[in-house]
């Protein structure tokens, strides 16, 4: 549970270097959005989704990655989500300071940009599972396809909420995104629990309770034979006699 709260803090702390690289790349390196497709991808894929993906990631990778609590594939999950709720609660926070209305902009972002940071992270948090768990030789593509995916997902999502100079209706392009990304997270989710080694022990114990239960019932079963073949020598030796 404390490793749980200390990585929510660290999404908390990872904001700060964040808004320093995207304010240095759009700042100095004239990466800011300008009213071309071009600029529009640059920024969502580079400047925001890049640089935010990187900080969570490296957070993940430096203190959690090697931790003896990180002792299953569904772990990598569990604290990428927990960066990425602390990293998106202090977006939303900022946000909040320079809203018109606060509370439509903190329900608005209850319902996109929390579960948008979500979907990121278990889709990074997923590989990340997998590759602590592997061969050290398939681990850097696993870490390296987490991490592209994320920033891919992060880029796409932005890509259509960025781009001011086009008609409003095509946000609701990232938001089709974002509903069908909630679901593939959910079967990401699935899939790394059903690989947790706690889940096939319980599985194996299920087994073996079963098993024992069946061979006491065919115990039963052929003493009960056993009872009533003995009764039938019984009364056959009476008839007899």
Partial sequence: ????????????????????????????MGMG??????????????????????????????????????????NGIVY????SLGFAFAESVLHLVGAH????????????????????????GYFMGQARFTYFKHRFWLILT????????????????????MPADFQFVSYGFLFAGIVIAVLFINKAQSRSPFMKRRKW????????????????ASQKKQMKNRRENMNNNDLAE
């Fill in 1 to 28: 549970m404390l490793w749980l709260l200390l990585a929510f803090v660290a999404g908390i702390l990872t904001i700060a270097p964040a808004i320093v690289i995207e304010r240095l790349l759009e700042g100095r």
């Fill in 33 to 74: 959005i300008s009213p071309n497709f071009g600029s529009l991808m640059l920024n969502a894929f580079v400047v925001v989704a890049l640089t935010e993906e990187l900080c969570k990631f490296a957070v993940l990778r430096i203190v959690f990655y090697r931790k003896r609590f990180f002792s299953e594939p569904i």
């Fill in 80 to 83: 990428a989500v927990m960066l």
């Fill in 101 to 124: 209305n606060i509370y439509v902009t903190a329900i608005f972002r209850s319902f996109t940009a929390v579960p948008a940071h979500f979907m990121f992270a278990v889709f990074m």
């Fill in 146 to 165: 987490g991490l592209g995916l994320a920033v891919f997902a992060h880029g796409f999502y932005d890509l259509f909420l960025l781009a001011w100079w």
């Fill in 205 to 220: 114990l299920r087994t073996l309770e079963k098993i024992k239960e069946r061979d006491f019932q065919e115990f039963l």
